[in-house]
């Protein structure tokens, strides 16, 4: 299926994609509770730093990730690794709210913000043919990590302190990333694409669109505020997983092991979606990306044994399987891969920044006294009118042929 380079780039994007994940909510989240102790400060006021240093990384990131249109893919993945580096073991020295701010603003803009921006760019820059199975593979990075991770820092939290973990983290990546993006990518150029030997495969030359354009095309900002809605709500669910937990009474045992279904599900439609993409493209796919999310958000409305735990975070898990990848691919195949460091730049940093408004959102809700039936309703609400636009436009998002 992939040969030499496209091998190549296919382990790049799943080495990044996995390190992404010490920027990752639920990577930081783990460590929570030992910072609070540490800085003696509440939840709120971690969670209040949280936001603010997310929404500071997502605006940066719309500058900072442009760049990769203009330099050398392996010199800007380097820059990037070394940033993570010095990001990680920043983290380990964390020792007042201020020191707090700055490194969770530093592991957000360099882990979830730029080396998943790296990755998934890349990707969708080299293939053509197979773009979606080469972005499912990449994304299972980021899946592998979800599944190891957790178990592995959980662990060692009882063996030493937090500072040293993040010490350690920060010594691997300095001594294995520049090394493995040298053997990796070092022969990659910004003309670099997939071989395709398939004799029946025509591609046809599209317009590429600058950024400036993209922005006047009122198709990107429908499509947007699907591609936006799982990033929000997931992360609002993830973060306030113990107040949804006591309110369904589900425990927090039965919570835990749902988080296997979404698990489970969300590799699995992660891998398939590749396939479908490729076969039927992610434009026709888009329309069904958020349908389970939506039935999602009826299930936690109507549903309060136990059983609904599974189905709540499964079907988001679905969701979220398909939203790793078109969130890459759809643009790729409307927009062309000339500037797409450039708009995906934006469209990552959008997430970033929705995954700080889920938080605050949240939480905000929770405090005025709304219960979780109530922001489901709210949920379920943006998700359905977000549908209505896409599929209205839904046979208007073929790119502009040259």
């Given at each position: 299926?992939?040969?030499?380079?496209?091998?190549?780039?296919?382990?790049?994007?799943?080495?990044?994609?996995?390190?992404?994940?010490?920027?990752?909510?639920?990577?930081?989240?783990?460590?929570?509770?030992?910072?609070?102790?540490?800085?003696?400060?509440?939840?709120?006021?971690?969670?209040?730093?949280?936001?603010?240093?997310?929404?500071?990384?997502?605006?940066?990131?719309?500058?900072?990730?442009?760049?990769?249109?203009?330099?050398?893919?392996?010199?800007?993945?380097?820059?990037?690794?070394?940033?993570?580096?010095?990001?990680?073991?920043?983290?380990?020295?964390?020792?007042?709210?201020?020191?707090?701010?700055?490194?969770?603003?530093?592991?957000?803009?360099?882990?979830?913000?730029?080396?998943?921006?790296?990755?998934?760019?890349?990707?969708?820059?080299?293939?053509?043919?197979?773009?979606?199975?080469?972005?499912?593979?990449?994304?299972?990075?980021?899946?592998?990590?979800?599944?190891?991770?957790?178990?592995?820092?959980?662990?060692?939290?009882?063996?030493?302190?937090?500072?040293?973990?993040?010490?350690?983290?920060?010594?691997?990546?300095?001594?294995?990333?520049?090394?493995?993006?040298?053997?990796?990518?070092?022969?990659?150029?910004?003309?670099?694409?997939?071989?395709?030997?398939?004799?029946?495969?025509?591609?046809?030359?599209?317009?590429?669109?600058?950024?400036?354009?993209?922005?006047?095309?009122?198709?990107?900002?429908?499509?947007?505020?699907?591609?936006?809605?799982?990033?929000?709500?997931?992360?609002?669910?993830?973060?306030?997983?113990?107040?949804?937990?006591?309110?369904?009474?589900?425990?927090?045992?039965?919570?835990?092991?749902?988080?296997?279904?979404?698990?489970?599900?969300?590799?699995?439609?992660?891998?398939?979606?590749?396939?479908?993409?490729?076969?039927?493209?992610?434009?026709?796919?888009?329309?069904?990306?958020n349908i389970p999310l939506l039935i999602s958000m009826?299930?936690?409305?109507?549903?309060?044994?136990?059983?609904?735990?599974?189905?709540?975070?499964?079907?988001?898990?679905?969701?979220?399987?398909?939203?790793?990848?078109?969130?890459?691919?759809?643009?790729?195949?409307?927009?062309?891969?000339?500037?797409?460091?450039?708009?995906?730049?934006?469209?990552?940093?959008?997430?970033?920044?929705?995954?700080?408004?889920?938080?605050?959102?949240?939480?905000?809700?929770?405090?005025?006294?709304?219960?979780?039936?109530?922001?489901?309703?709210?949920?379920?609400?943006?998700?359905?009118?977000?549908?209505?636009?896409?599929?209205?436009?839904?046979?208007?998002?073929?790119?502009?042929?040259?």
């Amino acid at each position: 299926m992939f040969k030499s380079l496209s091998l190549k780039v296919i382990i790049f994007g799943f080495i990044f994609t996995f390190f992404s994940s010490f920027g990752q909510s639920f990577f930081l989240g783990l460590f929570n509770s030992s910072i609070r102790e540490t800085l003696s400060i509440t939840h709120g006021q971690f969670g209040s730093i949280y936001a603010s240093a997310t929404l500071l990384s997502s605006f940066l990131l719309i500058w900072v990730g442009k760049k990769i249109d203009d330099i050398n893919i392996f010199r800007f993945a380097l820059y990037v690794t070394l940033l993570l580096a010095f990001s990680c073991f920043f983290f380990s020295k964390i020792s007042s709210i201020v020191f707090l701010f700055i490194a969770v603003f530093l592991m957000r803009f360099s882990g979830q913000g730029l080396m998943s921006h790296t990755a998934t760019t890349t990707i969708s820059r080299f293939f053509t043919k197979s773009r979606g199975k080469a972005l499912s593979i990449g994304w299972f990075g980021l899946s592998t990590a979800e599944f190891i991770l957790p178990v592995l820092i959980v662990y060692l939290l009882t063996l030493t302190a937090w500072q040293n973990i993040w010490l350690s983290i920060s010594v691997l990546i300095l001594f294995f990333l520049p090394f493995i993006s040298f053997a990796l990518i070092k022969n990659l150029n910004f003309d670099s694409r997939e071989d395709v030997n398939d004799q029946n495969f025509v591609e046809k030359e599209i317009k590429n669109w600058t950024r400036v354009e993209v922005l006047k095309d009122y198709r990107f900002y429908i499509v947007c505020l699907n591609m936006l809605a799982m990033p929000w709500i997931a992360t609002g669910v993830f973060v306030y997983q113990s107040y949804i937990t006591e309110s369904k009474e589900w425990g927090e045992f039965v919570i835990a092991q749902s988080f296997m279904a979404y698990s489970v599900l969300s590799v699995i439609t992660l891998l398939g979606s590749g396939f479908l993409i490729d076969k039927f493209t992610s434009r026709k796919l888009l329309i069904f990306m958020n349908i389970p999310l939506l039935i999602s958000m009826l299930v936690l409305f109507y549903l309060d044994i136990s059983i609904s735990a599974f189905i709540f975070l499964g079907l988001i898990g679905i969701s979220n399987g398909l939203a790793n990848v078109l969130g890459s691919s759809t643009w790729a195949e409307i927009y062309g891969v000339k500037y797409i460091g450039s708009i995906k730049a934006l469209t990552t940093a959008l997430m970033v920044f929705s995954t700080a408004f889920g938080t605050a959102l949240f939480g905000l809700l929770i405090d005025k006294g709304f219960t979780i039936e109530q922001i489901a309703v709210i949920s379920f609400v943006y998700i359905f009118l977000s549908l209505i636009a896409l599929f209205a436009v839904r046979n208007r998002l073929n790119p502009e042929y040259i």
